[in-house]
Nanobody
Framework: QVQLVESGGGLVQPGGSLRLSCAAS????????MGWYRQAPGKQREYVAT???????NYESSVSGRFTISRDNAKNTIYLQMNSLKPEDTAVYYC?????????????WGQGTQVTVSS
């Protein structure tokens, strides 16, 4: 019943922008901490950003100042606005949902959306 569906990925040039979306269903969205994670080729999945129900955000240091996470409770959707993209941002980006006080590995994951930054 639970679904997290990412969209918005694609191919962009260095310095470009993308906005990723994650539409959630089957959960009580307003009580979940939402986040974005990514997995680059040959690498393990890594943390990118999270947003709490109160709107508090946290970012991995390499994306701070370039990426912005937000949530729209009315649409059961979170977003990741990515600006000043770099080739090192190339990865499959995954949406995560977890209850408050739970860990991301105990939550739900989307199928991922590919982001490729290349000239």
């Amino acid at each position: 019943q639970v679904q997290l569906v990412e969209s918005g990925g694609g191919l962009v040039q260095p310095g470009g922008s993308l906005r990723l979306s994650c539409a959630a269903s089957g959960i009580i969205f307003s009580i979940y901490v939402m986040g974005w994670y990514r997995q680059a080729p040959g690498k393990q999945r890594e943390y990118v950003a999270t947003i709490t129900n109160s709107g508090t955000t946290n970012y991995e240091s390499s994306v701070s100042g370039r990426f912005t996470i937000s949530r729209d409770n009315a649409k059961n959707t979170i977003y990741l606005q990515m600006n000043s993209l770099k080739p090192e941002d190339t990865a499959v980006y995954y949406c995560n949902a977890r209850p408050i006080m739970a860990m991301e590995e105990d939550g739900y994951w989307g199928q991922g959306t590919q982001v490729t930054v290349s000239s």
